[in-house]
T-cell receptor, first 115, second 112 residues
């Protein structure tokens, strides 16, 4: 069965610093992978998705993620953090054991940005 | 563009009470799902539907019922609320299998 592990439940960076949020997945077949962002008291919004077209995926708000099959990773990065990036970030993989492809979510990483 | 609309935003129940969380989408998506979000647990799938008249259980279905009589609506029923069901509930929809989910803004439920 597919699974997702997000390393670090809290990450704190300074404004202007690199953001790196780690995600490792477990899947026996090429997966569909997603990153979502959740701002306080809101639902989740799609940041980006990997569907095997390209290993480097660009998303909204300057975020990108690189699919590395050899490391079973899909880490999220942003070169320069803004205060507005403070939120919780979730990595997710499609459950390919069902034809519906329901998403399996990681436990989330809360990003804090210091001025 | 309304997207996915959930009502109510907040609800407090006593143990044993029942209620229905409403979810409606206006994007003509076939797939709809309910998740619960608990601190440190991420989102866990409760029930899902791949079209009107078709529902199935997710990871944590006990204590919840769903039905899908129309493409637009996917209500979640709590039959007899328990404190363990205190959580934030999210409804989501997507166009097809493996396509991105569109989420509502959630219902924060407290069971005392």
């Amino acid at each position: 069965a597919q699974s997702v592990t997000q390393l670090g439940s809290h990450v704190s960076v300074s404004e202007g610093a690199l953001v790196l949020l780690r995600c490792n997945y477990s899947s026996s077949v090429p997966p569909y992978l997603f990153w979502y962002v959740q701002y306080p008291n809101q639902g989740l919004q799609l940041l980006l998705k990997y569907t095997s077209a390209a290993t480097l995926v660009k998303g909204i708000n300057g975020f990108e993620a690189e699919f590395k099959k050899s490391e079973t990773s899909f880490h999220l990065t942003k070169p320069s953090a803004h205060m507005s990036d403070a939120a919780e970030y979730f990595c997710a993989v499609s459950d390919l054991s069902t034809s519906q492809g329901n998403l399996i979510f990681g436990k989330g990483t809360k990003l804090s940005v210091k001025p | 563009n309304a997207g996915v609309t959930q009502t109510p935003k907040f609800q407090v129940l006593k143990t044993g009470q029942s209620m229905t969380l409403q979810c409606a989408q206006d994007m003509n998506h076939e797939y709809m799902s309910w998740y619960r979000q608990d601190p440190g647990m991420g989102l866990r799938l409760i029930h899902y539907s791949v079209g009107a008249g078709i529902t199935d259980q997710g990871e944590v279905p006990n204590g919840y019922n769903v039905s899908r009589s129309t493409t637009e609506d996917f209500p979640l029923r709590l039959l007899s609320a328990a404190p363990s069901q205190t959580s934030v509930y999210f409804c989501a929809s997507n166009l097809q299998a493996n396509s991105p989910l569109h989420f509502g803004n959630g219902t924060r439920l407290t069971v005392t």
